[in-house]
């Protein structure tokens, strides 16, 4: 049983064999590295990058639901870069617009 799925994997016009299944497989990196940058202050994130990754993620997820064969591998890196993406964006956009150690306007009680 196991033999004949990796068969029809080897086999399949998007598998191992074909640059369908490289391309999206070595761009998991980029998504890797969006997730190590978890860890990165909020002020050193980049709008232009990670616009253009989410909107990578975006664009290309729906591409690869219409192309024949469906590459599947290509869909779930695009989700994870525009989820990526779209997360480094609110640290970024909460960071800049919404600060916390701002002091609140004091208000008179009587």
């Known amino acids: 049983m196991a033999a004949s799925k990796l068969q029809a994997l080897w086999n399949h016009p998007a598998g191992p064999k074909t640059i369908h299944f490289w391309a999206p497989t070595f761009k998991w990196g980029i998504s890797i590295a969006n997730i190590a940058d978890f860890a990165k202050p909020p002020e050193k994130l980049s709008y232009p990058q990670q616009i253009a990754v989410t909107a990578t993620g975006v664009i290309w997820s729906r591409y690869s639901t219409v192309i024949t064969p ?41």
């Open 70 to 110: 469906k590459n599947w591998n290509l869909f779930s890196v695009n989700i994870a870069m525009a989820g990526t993406g779209i997360y480094q964006l609110s640290r970024k956009m909460k960071h800049d617009y919404f600060p916390e150690g701002e002091a609140k306007p004091a208000v008179a009680t009587e």
